[in-house]
Every structure is written in C-alpha cells, then in structure tokens.
C-alpha cells in the first residue's frame, strides 16, 4: 500500500493558524478532493475538529480519525490511536494508497512511513502556527509539478507536485 501525505504548505512550511487555512485557493481544495477520492484518509482530532460540520465526514472516503482520546466520537469515522494502527486497518481493507491529511503532528509521525508527497508548494511566507515537519530532499525524488499562477480567485501562485521515497 502506498502510504501518502497530502498537505499544502508555504515556502516558510506554513499549513495552518488557528485551527484554519491561511489561505484561500480553490483550485487546490478540488485537487484535494479529486486526489483523495475513494481512498481512506488519516488525520488527527484537532484537524477532523477544523474541517466545517457540513463537510463531516469527508464524502467518498474512508475516514480515519488519530486521537489520544480513548472516548472521542466522529459520526461517520473510524476512530484509532495510532497512526500505526490506522494504517494497518487500510491495508487489511486493500487500500491501494492512504493519504494522511494532517495536522503538524500527525504528518511528523507519518512521515517515516509514508512513501509518497503531495504537495502543494504556495509561492508566499504567511504567518501561521502549524507547520509541515521539515523533509531531507536526498530522500524524496520529485515526480511530477503543475504551476498554477494567481488569478482573481488565487491570491497566490502555487505548485502542485508529487514527491515519490528513493529507494
């Protein structure tokens, strides 16, 4: 199984302020949804708290929730406590990939074990306090990069690109 992070960040690795994008860039939520579409999902409990009620669960995936909380409850998700955990129930239900959707700590304890990126690379430092965990660039091959400059929806100009573990 393909264990993949999917995150947008910007250049100072930004992802996230007060439970909340910094951001707004239509184009790179549809990527999201298209990407993650049919496959499970595994994100933390403060990032499932993030995501707007009417959203809950994400549509046509597989929901995982990580939670330290042995009583927490999401309507529609499974629940785990680990990110180990999470990842063995996708691959004992034939997930061909599983793509940790955040936050912070949930991708730094993900990180080791995933062996693809998606990242939307935003062409601005934004001010924020949730960052992606660093990354070593000898260990991640680039695959694929589509450019998306700003527009009148975009503030920001963007990449989309595709980061595959050397083997």
Sequence with gaps: MIVSLIAALTKNRVIGKN???PW???????Y???????????????????????FRPLPNRTNMVV?????F?????????????????????????????GGAEIYALSLPLATRLYLTEIDAELQGDT????????????IS??????????AYGFDFVVYEKNK
């Design 24 to 30: 707004h860039l239509p184009d790179d939520m549809k």
């Design 73 to 101: 409850q999401a309507p529609g998700c499974l629940i785990f406590h680990s990110v180990e955990e999470a990842l063995n129930k996708a691959r004992s239900s034939n997930e061909e990939e599983a793509f940790v959707i």
């Design 67 to 71: 939670t330290r909380n042995r009583n």
């Design 19 to 21: 439970n909340d994008l």
């Design 131 to 142: 960052h992606f965990p660093q990354t070593d660039s000898r260990q991640w091959k680039e």
């Design 145 to 154: 990069r589509k450019h998306h400059d700003p527009d009148e929806r975009h």
């Design 32 to 54: 999201f949804m298209k990407t993650t579409s049919g496959h499970a999902v595994i994100m933390g409990r403060k990032n499932y708290d993030s995501i707007p009620e009417k």
